[in-house]
């Protein structure tokens, strides 16, 4: 697969079918996964909170409803900082020259990364309080 990677061609990447296509993709999230821990702080930052707060989810008593609510909002905060980090590295990759189309793109996936946390906040407050 590095292969392939390594070729420049993205093409020879398209057009898989079936099993191996759901393999392929498992194989490129766990990538992204990797790479997003290794190099950005906030989203390690975020699978800490996400290692605290899951297992207190699991403990408390509440609802299944409320249960559900708890673990998937931190969860939603970690996709939302892949995808902050997926626009940030594509803008940085056409440009590294400032400008304010770039600006407004990599302040826009901060401001969606602020409201993830906010909604942590707001859904254990709102349940737990």
């Known amino acids: 697969m590095s292969d392939l990677l390594n070729s420049g061609n993205?093409?020879?990447?398209?057009?898989?079918?079936?099993?191996?296509?759901?393999?392929?993709a498992t194989?490129?999230?766990?990538?992204?996964?990797?790479?997003?821990?290794?190099?950005?702080?906030?989203f390690r930052q975020l699978v800490l909170i996400n290692v605290?707060?899951?297992?207190?989810?699991?403990?408390?008593?509440?609802?299944?409803?409320?249960?559900?609510?708890?673990m998937l909002v931190p969860l939603l905060s970690l996709a939302i900082e892949l995808l902050n980090t997926a626009i940030e590295n594509t803008v940085d990759?056409?440009?590294?020259?400032?400008?304010?189309?770039?600006?407004?793109?990599?302040?826009?996936g901060s401001a969606a990364q602020f409201v993830g946390l906010v909604m942590i906040v707001v859904a254990w407050l709102v349940i737990l309080v």
């Open 27 to 42: 194989s490129y999230s766990m990538m992204g996964f990797k790479a997003a821990f290794l190099k950005e702080a906030a």
């Open 52 to 70: 605290i707060l899951q297992p207190i989810a699991l403990s408390l008593d509440v609802t299944r409803a409320e249960r559900a609510i708890l």
């Open 93 to 108: 990759r056409v440009s590294l020259d400032l400008h304010p189309l770039s600006k407004d793109a990599k302040d826009m």
């Open 10 to 24: 993205a093409s020879s990447l398209k057009g898989q079918k079936g099993v191996l296509r759901i393999l392929r």
